[in-house]
T-cell receptor, first 115, second 117 residues
Framework: AQSVTQPDIHITVSEGASLELRCNYS??????LFWYVQSPGQGLQLLLK??????LVQGIKGFEAEFKRSQSSFNLRKPSVHWSDAAEYFC?????????????FGKGTHLIIQP | DVKVTQSSRYLVKRTGEKVFLECVQD?????MFWYRQDPGLGLRLIYF???????EKGDIPEGYSVSREKKERFSLILESASTNQTSMYLC????????????????FGPGTRLTVL
């Protein structure tokens, strides 16, 4: 079965600094890749997604992510974080033809922004 | 904008009670999902549905059932609530994807935080 790993449970970044959140998946098929953000007490909001084409995708709120097939990774980046970026971030993966069982989510990375 | 609404933001129930969590989406999506979210465990799929009256078990269906009588509504039922079902419950919906695929973007509701005493 496919799996998604977000190796960092918590990350602390200073406001204005750059950010990279890691996501690795395991499976051999062509993946569909998503990053979601969850603000405290809220549901999940889609930041960006990759289905095919250019491996560098742009999302909302100034986020981008790069798909690297050779590394089975889909890391999320932002050049300069704002205090409002403090939230929980989830990477999710689905596989074409992998079966009708929804997306597989990572366990999440909690982003803390220091002033 | 797609809107997914859940009937309650917070719910407190007693052990043994029957609990209904309701989810409604307004964009004519074929697929609907129920997840539970627990600290350190991320999101885990309980059940999903790809059509009216159709349902499939997810990763953790034990202790839950679902109902989808209308396309826009997907209900999660706890037949006899237990304390280990205290959690955040998230509903999501998505369009039907490519043939053989259900991996279009999922739109999430705000969640229901259920406490079972």
């Amino acid at each position: 079965a496919q799996s998604v790993t977000q190796p960092d449970i918590h990350i602390t970044v200073s406001e204005g600094a750059s950010l990279e959140l890691r996501c690795n998946y395991s499976y051999g098929a062509t993946p569909y890749l998503f990053w979601y953000v969850q603000s405290p007490g809220q549901g999940l909001q889609l930041l960006l997604k990759y289905f095919s084409g250019d491996t560098l995708v742009q999302g909302i709120k100034g986020f981008e992510a790069e798909f690297k097939r050779s590394q089975s990774s889909f890391n999320l980046r932002k050049p300069s974080v704002h205090w409002s970026d403090a939230a929980e971030y989830f990477c999710a993966v689905g596989f074409y033809g992998g079966g009708a069982d929804g997306l597989t989510f990572g366990k999440g990375t909690h982003l803390i922004i220091q002033p | 904008d797609v809107k997914v609404t859940q009937s309650s933001r917070y719910l407190v129930k007693r052990t043994g009670e029957k609990v209904f969590l309701e989810c409604v989406q307004d964009m004519d999506h074929e697929n609907m999902f129920w997840y539970r979210q627990d600290p350190g465990l991320g999101l885990r799929l309980i059940y999903f549905s790809y059509d009216v009256k159709m349902k499939e078990k997810g990763d953790i269906p034990e202790g839950y059932s679902v109902s989808r009588e209308k396309k826009e509504r997907f209900s999660l039922i706890l037949e006899s609530a237990s304390t280990n079902q205290t959690s955040m419950y998230l509903c999501a919906s998505s369009l039907e994807g490519l043939p053989g695929s259900f991996y279009n973007e999922q739109f999430f509701g705000p969640g229901t935080r259920l406490t079972v005493l």
